[in-house]
């Protein structure tokens, strides 16, 4: 009997120890479960956190890619804009090196062109002395004042060679005109006042203003002669009147002196 109950008693144990190990080993089972669960929750949220900044990366991996591409589209702008201003410096590099050449020339053409200026000059005065006497006073200040401007530094010297040309055609000028002035001239050791036709460098003739006294110039004895003819007198006053535009042109009889060819 106590066999029987000790046999119980070790088969009870054995059942309880059974059923303490079942209880302990599914205890540990859902603590491996759970922290397999947590260690997937934590790879999960892990994968999650190294997603959020692969994305993260690759926005800003994006934005550095269009901004290399927008830089090197600048780049290519710059490029073709330095190409540009090369070309321009290019250019007036070459146009400077023209004004200078310019420059060396003109310094050049200004200590030939002012010596032959004043020869220039001298030679119109010789002229003007030797050509008929008219409007002497006018045509000699003229001369005086050409001479004093190639002396003024203050005029460049493009302006006194035009002066210098100007003072020329005007003088080629006179062989092509009538004129009429008033002057005086001494007339048998007296000054009178009498009225001037110039014609052109053909015929240059006096008159008082009582027209009783009429005169050509000589120029090969230069000199005046008088006009003796009547014939003339109202033909003169007649030339007078058309060199003032007092009357319309019209046909007239002067005088001429025949010039000695040399």
Same mark, same amino acid.
């Given at each position: 009997m106590e066999t029987l109950i000790s046999a119980n008693r070790i088969k009870q144990s054995c059942l309880a120890l059974t059923c303490s190990l079942l209880i302990t080993g599914s205890f540990a089972q859902e603590q491996q479960i759970d922290q397999i669960i947590d260690e997937g929750v934590e790879r999960t949220e892990g994968a999650a956190a190294s997603q959020v /900044?692969?994305?993260?990366?690759?926005g800003e991996i994006d934005k550095l890619v269009s901004e290399y591409k927008r830089q090197l589209k600048v780049i290519d702008g710059l490029? #073709?804009?330095?190409?540009l201003l090369q070309t321009q410096l290019d250019a007036q590099q070459s146009d400077m090196a023209k004004l200078r050449r310019s420059i060396d020339e003109v310094a050049i053409i200004e200590r030939q062109i002012t010596p032959t200026m004043v020869k220039m000059l001298e030679s119109l005065s010789a002229f003007v002395e030797r050509d008929v006497p008219f409007l002497l006073d006018e045509r000699t200040a003229r001369i005086e004042r050409l001479r004093a401007a190639i002396e003024d530094s203050n005029i460049t010297t493009a302006e006194k060679f035009r002066a210098v040309l100007e003072a020329y055609n005007i003088e080629g000028d006179y062989g092509r005109t009538i004129e009429a002035y008033n002057t005086t001239l001494n007339l048998d050791g007296a000054n009178r006042e009498v009225s001037m036709l110039k014609i052109g460098r053909i015929a240059l003739i006096y008159q008082t203003a009582d027209r009783t006294t009429n005169g050509v110039w000589n120029q090969s004895s230069r000199s005046w002669e008088p006009i003796t003819d009547e014939?003339? /007198?109202?033909?003169?006053?007649?030339?007078?009147?058309?060199? /003032?535009?007092? #009357?319309?042109p019209d046909m007239i009889m002067i005088p001429l002196v025949a010039s000695e060819i040399k």
């Open positions: /900044r692969i994305d993260s990366t690759q490029k #073709v804009y330095n190409q014939e003339f /007198r109202n033909h003169i006053a007649k030339g007078l009147q058309i060199a /003032r535009e007092q #009357v319309a």
